[in-house]
């Protein structure tokens, strides 16, 4: 399988290095500071593909904390605000659209 | 049930071990992801969107009262309180953590439950009726010859990296609820001429990108030669299967490229040097596995007692459920209940920890301690008695398990969709959910009949849409959900794929279209008893295209 590191990226907008934590899975994001964290509005934002090779290459040597790592669209606001991309990154942000059945 | 021995047990509780030793490495960095990721995949375990899922197999569906208290108790230790029963006879926990998965394996172990061979490029868990057993219209129970193929096929070191995975099915009824001609392979029980039982050895069947109606390249093969037969037709795919496309790699497309004839001939040369070996099923091993089943101490009862027949005369609702839910079973005074898990606006096929506790609580008490799981993700008990049937759908009533819409419009089958799967390209479970609020009104559900709506969320096809009665697949079209639509799909023994009815529709505008389509069946069927798969055949797809895109 081709290493994300191997893919030439094309990146027509802002776009941010997003993966699962090791542990549990959970969605992380990858931040200025070579850190992950779970909120979004955390995450570095870079535009160019230079930036998001950099960025993808810090976040994929980290192997022992985040999984599968890639580089996903996000939307800024004026605010600076971030938004996901796109549909599958909004259910990756925000959890399923669903009520789960077994919340008590 | 079939009882495990030592050697099962060890299997399991081994395998539990290895995998506490893989985690520990894995969380330590002593193995990279690249390492770790098969390993976890033995074992079922997937990265899916939001967390871990773990899939533990439930072999031909068959599960005791006291496997489903597991179950229970992973999905409320480990995970986030309920599971998820899939169309292959399996259940899914969506939020299960890593650290915390050896903990839980060791749990599943102690019940006999495993993820072995739930993924990976390996022969998955071998599925079956789940009715078997118990049903009038079998030739004898198939979950014996699925025990002896998942015992021989269970870390088969040959089989271990096929070219892609592989899935089996058996039936040995007439109706086939196994879906046996959608399967890699499906072996169909039956006597022939002489009297004698043996199978009927269908291959390269399959859903998906590329979907096949398996063809049938044995029509009878003695009950002996299953083992060397199923073994030779593995060597073959392994052989020739191939391995530089993975979307060319499953058997049915070199079933397709070679043709069943000149597949059989290839099968056949490998067979013949094999049948009259080790692989040659002694009675007595047969015998031997069958031991292990053991089965209900029916009473003498008669059918319909004077208290169900009062009960079906006084409750209307108790009638109505008694008429959809309830089946003949092989022992008089006795009778097959499904449970249905589609309630309105839920998702399909999921269950709370609660209900998993209460289901087993009412196995032991009405069940002889026994549930299945079928491939319409719905639940059964095999073996209740007829006079406690009131009891028990008072029961499940009030668990929310006696929806009385077995096989009707709103017993969907679905697969999890963009919601938890990072393959889908749209979302399945809120299109079921929409489609069971529009068609809740239950006296227009049973006046429709037979109907069956299948959804998957990309082409991978896990919710079988290509043979439901109306099928819908999820596409993604510039970042907007859309589906496809079929009809005319069918699973049973008369499998065919359903036929495209036209351009992809709005994910908004799902639900109408469906309505659409159940509206114009409704006026070109000809007789109440037409079902919907009868209208589309008589008719065709060119009226239920003309209304669903007249006015689109």
Redesign the interface.
């Known amino acids: 399988m081709t290493s994300p590191l191997q893919q030439k990226l094309r990146i027509t907008g802002p776009v941010v290095v997003t993966a699962?934590r090791?542990?549990?899975?959970?969605?992380i994001y990858r931040t200025g500071g070579g850190q992950w964290s779970t909120r979004l509005e955390q995450a570095e934002v870079v535009t160019t593909a230079a930036a998001a090779t950099t960025l993808l290459a810090g976040a994929t040597a980290d192997?022992?904390n985040a999984?599968?790592a890639y580089v996903a669209p996000v939307r800024q606001h004026a605010d600076g605000g971030l938004q996901p991309g796109?549909?599958?990154e909004a259910?990756?942000h925000a959890?399923?659209?669903?009520a789960?059945?077994?919340?008590? | 049930m079939y009882l495990y021995d030592d050697l099962d047990r060890t299997l399991v509780t081994e395998r539990a071990a290895e995998f506490r030793d893989q985690v520990a490495r894995?969380?330590s960095?002593e193995l990279?992801?690249d390492e770790f990721k098969p390993l976890r995949l033995m074992n079922g375990i997937y990265?899916?969107?939001?967390?871990?899922m773990l899939r533990i197999a439930l072999p031909y569906g068959s599960l005791s009262s006291d496997q489903m208290r597991t179950l229970a108790h992973v999905?409320r230790r480990y995970?986030?309180?309920?599971g998820h029963f899939t169309t292959r006879q399996n259940i899914q926990f969506n939020w299960i953590?890593?650290?915390e998965l050896p903990d839980a394996m060791d749990d599943l172990a102690r019940a006999g439950l495993h993820g072995m061979q739930t993924s990976g490029n390996c022969v998955r868990n071998i599925t079956t009726d789940q009715w078997a057993g118990v049903a009038p219209d079998e030739i004898e129970d198939p979950r014996v010859w699925a025990e002896i193929l998942r015992q021989h096929l269970t870390l088969h070191p040959e089989f271990s990296f096929l070219p892609r995975k592989f899935k089996i099915a058996v039936t040995a009824a007439a109706h086939d609820r196994a879906a046996i001609r959608v399967h890699d392979i499906g072996l169909r029980l039956h006597r022939n001429g002489a009297g004698e039982v043996g199978f009927e050895v269908v291959v390269g069947g399959g859903l998906g990108r590329t979907p096949f109606i398996g063809k049938t390249i044995k029509p009878f093969l003695p009950k002996r030669d299953v083992l060397s037969y199923v073994e030779a037709v593995l060597r073959t795919y392994n052989q020739f299967g191939r391995r530089d496309n993975i979307y060319k790699a499953r058997i049915k497309i070199l079933v397709h490229d070679l043709g069943a004839e000149a597949f059989a001939k290839e099968v056949d040369a490998e067979w013949q040097p094999i049948k009259d070996g080790p692989l040659a099923l002694d009675p007595a091993v047969v015998a031997a596995v069958a031991g292990h089943f053991r089965y209900p101490s029916y009473e003498a009862l008669s059918d319909n007692p004077p208290e169900l027949a009062k009960a079906r005369a006084s409750d209307r609702r108790f009638a109505t459920w008694f008429a959809n839910s309830v089946t003949n079973h092989k022992a008089p005074g006795y009778a097959i209940v499904t449970l249905s898990l589609k309630p309105e606006g839920?998702?399909p096929g999921?269950?709370?920890?609660?209900q998993m506790d209460a289901i087993a609580d009412l196995a032991d008490r009405y069940s002889f301690g026994e549930i299945r799981v079928g491939h319409e993700q719905n639940l059964v008990l095999p073996h209740v008695a007829q006079r406690d049937l009131l009891a028990l759908w008072k029961a499940l009533d009030a668990l929310g398990l006696a929806t009385p819409n077995v096989g009707l419009v709103s017993d969907i089958i679905a697969c999890p969709g963009?919601?938890?799967c990072s393959l889908a390209n749209t979302?399945s479970?809120?299109v079921a959910?929409e489609l069971t609020r529009r068609f809740r009104d239950l006296d227009l559900a049973q006046s429709l009949g037979r109907l069956h709506i299948n959804i998957s969320g990309c082409i991978n096809a896990c919710g079988h849409h290509h043979v439901g009665h109306i099928g819908l697949l999820g596409v993604e079209k510039n970042?907007e959900?859309f589906f496809q639509v079929t009809i005319g799909g069918q699973a049973d023994e008369n499998a065919m794929l359903g036929t495209l009815i036209g351009p992809a529709v709005p994910y908004a505008q799902v639900a109408d279209v469906v309505e659409d389509i159940v509206e114009a069946y409704l006026e070109l069927r000809t007789r109440p008893d037409e079902i919907f798969l009868d209208t589309v055949k008589r008719v065709g797809i060119e009226p239920f295209r003309e209304r669903v895109y007249a006015t689109r």
């Open positions: 699962n090791l542990g549990d899975g959970a969605v192997d022992i999984v599968g796109n549909l599958r259910i990756r959890g399923p659209t669903i789960l059945p077994g919340v008590i | 894995r969380l960095g990279t992801e990265l899916q969107l939001h967390a871990y999905a995970d986030r309180n309920y953590k890593l650290a839920g998702p999921d269950a709370t920890a609660e963009l919601d938890y979302r479970i809120p959910q970042g959900e």
